[in-house]
T-cell receptor, first 116, second 111 residues
């Protein structure tokens, strides 16, 4: 079946511009996560959506970052007034209903963001 | 102290070698443990979960020592296709939870 998809695959933007990154999770997956991976760094958690619950925004690095998930499916990560340090690969992941002993997050291919 | 620390890489090994990766985590409340694999410029993919009793999947063996807060991954009979970055990952719960990733250890298997 179809995996997690993200768009665009690459985005180059000028410092100060706003960008929107999109994630389409696997159909039926109730949990959706955003991470970013900077060069030479590990994956950094940004935000997590689970069903209709309030999202866990504890990983967002500043108030320039926001995300929403519409209809429990597609999610958009928005970065306002981009800075050069925002350059990274932004990865989206989704996971199905957890079953005892089985837990996996399925990652999309990521959006490579470059802020010039 | 970083939440999840891994051996710095890269590890360069010949085909057929056995290689071991080590990982330590700082939060003793961590409940779930995983190894993910990430190929160059690709997304991470789950390699295996790690259980307290230790578990094996073909050439791969994972161990967990909760007292030492230590996780390991052993790869036997390395293949060229094993070349990738191996990510140690922990979670604070056994259900839905965010994952905390180590920076990863790169493995290069040569002919």
């Amino acid at each position: 079946g179809a995996g997690v998809s993200q768009s665009p695959s690459n985005k180059v933007t000028e410092k100060g511009k706003d960008v929107e990154l999109r994630c389409d999770p696997i159909s039926g997956h109730t949990a959706l996560y955003w991470y970013r991976q900077s060069l030479g760094q590990g994956l950094e958690f940004l935000i997590y959506f689970q069903g209709n619950s309030a999202p866990d925004k504890s990983g967002l690095p500043s108030d320039r970052f926001s995300a929403e998930r519409t209809g429990g499916s597609v999610s958009t990560l928005t970065i306002q007034r981009t800075q050069q340090e925002d350059s990274a690969v932004y990865l989206c992941a989704s996971s199905p209903i957890w079953k005892a002993g089985v837990y996996e997050q399925y990652f999309g291919p990521g959006t490579r963001l470059t802020v010039t | 102290r970083k939440e999840v620390e891994q051996d710095p890489g890269p590890f360069n090994v010949p085909e057929g070698a056995t290689v071991a990766f080590n990982c330590t985590y700082s939060n003793s409340a961590s409940q779930s443990f995983f190894w993910y694999r990430q190929d160059c410029r690709k997304e991470p993919k789950l390699l295996m979960s790690v259980y307290s009793s230790g578990n094996e999947d073909g050439r791969f063996t994972a161990q967990l020592n909760r007292a030492s807060q230590y996780i390991s991954l052993l790869i036997r009979d390395s293949k060229l296709s094993d070349s990738a970055t191996y990510l140690c990952v922990v979670s604070l719960s056994s259900g839905y939870s965010t994952l905390t990733f180590g920076k990863g250890t790169m493995l290069l298997v040569s002919p």
